[in-house]
């Protein structure tokens, strides 16, 4: 193998038409060199145009993820990125805009109430999202389950909701950084989707080109999330939130625990029912914790102090709005949600407490119910996922019931209790305590 200072062997790949040799640029990463600025926008639009071939992007990512990236490599990799395609003006609808983007969880769901509840106190809120893949659930998987709705739209659309409702979570079009979609699926089956400077910019991307004013992140910490341990996750959440700042969007981050699942439902229609529990002022502690934590944040950011988020919960005030956004987005608020034709209960085999509930087991377990999918055009199951019976620190006793698994496809529960089994643990004596926000990067 060719080291520094030995002559390299590879063909020479220089197309003429083209300011810089792919090659080079790869190579200057590999051996830790400084790239020009020019290389990374050169680099990224030649790859959205087919001209840096996927072979070459993946060598390119390999080298980044060994090496990194310093913040003005990624800031101009972002810019690069949201270059490749159009950007969103929101800048009419004549209210402030803020967004929420999680980097996503078992069982998180908060996005359901979090929107209307901050669109209730007249802020714009642009959620673009996408579906899920593997073990954490997309949002608009989760609100699919509701009959009739529908997050396709136009941008004319979704802007009259926005002013009418304030409101809307729509699917990210394909023309909002292209680089990054085709970088992502590439990432997906190269062993190069947990490098820092790769997701700050990826996430960063599809934000800021979505024209949203301030932005809050979630960033997760624990089995079920991309960053197991609270260091790497203030790290990339420094990342995001200077990539924003940088930008002109106002940003801040919450670091949040995912080493237990959120709530007491995982899988997309469970998920809902569970959503609509908090924004009727009840639902799960720690769910409604969250949803409260992250919209006093993105209000805080839209320049509303002291808002009374819980009053907006409890007297129904949210409840309206969310209403209001399904009904415009062609769904039925009233209407049953799916049910699954099959569930199994998985019950306590000893007396103690619940001193484990493994987020990734359980993440695993809903998607082998059927609630994930595996490929891009995978269908879910709407009612398959999770029921969880117990809380982390709880006293259980044997024969009480732990989890209820459901779906349509029974034959999956043989896989699903392999996969849920070993995340849940009973101890003999209580746990300690977990803290839900761990810090908060701004
Ligand atoms: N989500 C994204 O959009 N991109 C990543 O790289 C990781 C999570």
Not at 221 to 226: I, L, Q
Not at 311 to 317: K, Q, Y
Request: net charge negative.
């Amino acid at each position: 193998m060719p080291g520094a200072g030995m002559k390299s062997t590879e063909a020479n790949t220089v197309n003429n038409a083209e300011p810089f040799d792919v090659v080079d640029i790869i190579r200057t990463k590999r051996d830790g060199g400084a790239w020009k600025m020019e290389h990374i926008a050169w680099v990224v639009d030649a790859y959205t145009r087919g001209v840096v071939s996927e072979e070459q992007m993946a060598a390119l990512a390999m080298a980044i993820f060994l090496r990194g990236m310093n913040r003005e490599e990624v800031a101009q990799w972002t810019g690069a990125m949201i270059a490749s395609g159009s950007t969103l003006d929101l800048s009419d609808l004549g209210k402030p805009t803020v967004d929420k983007h999680s980097t996503g969880g078992v069982g998180d769901k908060v996005t359901l109430p979090l929107g209307p509840l901050v669109a209730s106190f007249g802020v714009a809120v642009p959620q673009l999202s996408g579906r899920g893949l593997g073990h954490t659930g997309g949002t608009l998987d989760k609100l699919e389950a509701i009959p009739g709705w529908s997050p396709e739209m136009s941008t004319p659309r979704m802007k009259e909701i926005l002013c009418e409702v304030g409101a809307v979570v729509a699917a990210a079009n394909a023309d909002l950084a292209p680089a990054d979609r085709k970088l992502y699926a590439l990432r997906d089956v190269t062993a190069t989707v947990d490098c820092l400077p790769l997701i700050a910019s990826s996430i960063m991307s599809k934000k800021i080109a979505e024209g949203t004013s301030a932005l809050v992140l979630d960033v997760k910490v624990g089995s079920g999330a991309f960053m197991r341990d609270v260091d790497s996750a203030r790290q990339l959440a420094r990342a995001m939130v200077d990539l924003g700042t940088d930008a002109g969007v106002s940003t801040r981050a919450l670091l949040t625990d995912m080493e237990v699942p959120l709530g007491r439902t995982i899988g997309n229609a469970l998920e809902v029912r569970e959503a609509v529990e908090v924004l009727g002022g009840g639902g799960p502690g720690d769910v409604r914790e969250l949803t409260c934590a992250l919209a006093r944040a993105m209000l805080e950011l839209a320049g509303i102090r002291d808002a009374d988020v819980e009053g907006a919960l409890d007297s129904g005030r949210a409840m309206d709005t969310w209403k209001r956004m399904v009904e415009a987005q062609g769904g039925d608020p009233a209407a049953p949600l799916p049910v699954a034709r099959h569930t199994h209960e998985v019950r306590a085999e000893r007396a103690g407490y619940v001193d484990a509930l493994d987020a990734l087991a359980l993440g695993v377990g809903s998607w082998r119910l059927g609630a994930g999918r595996a490929r891009k055009e995978d269908r879910v199951q709407a009612a398959a996922g999770i029921e969880l019976h117990v809380e982390y620190g709880q006293r259980v006793e044997p024969g009480q019931p732990l989890l209820t698994l459901h779906t349509d496809t029974p034959e999956r529960f043989a896989r699903a209790e392999e996969a849920v089994l070993p995340g849940i643990h009973i101890g003999a004596e209580p746990p300690a305590p977990r803290t839900l926000i761990h810090d908060v990067i701004s």
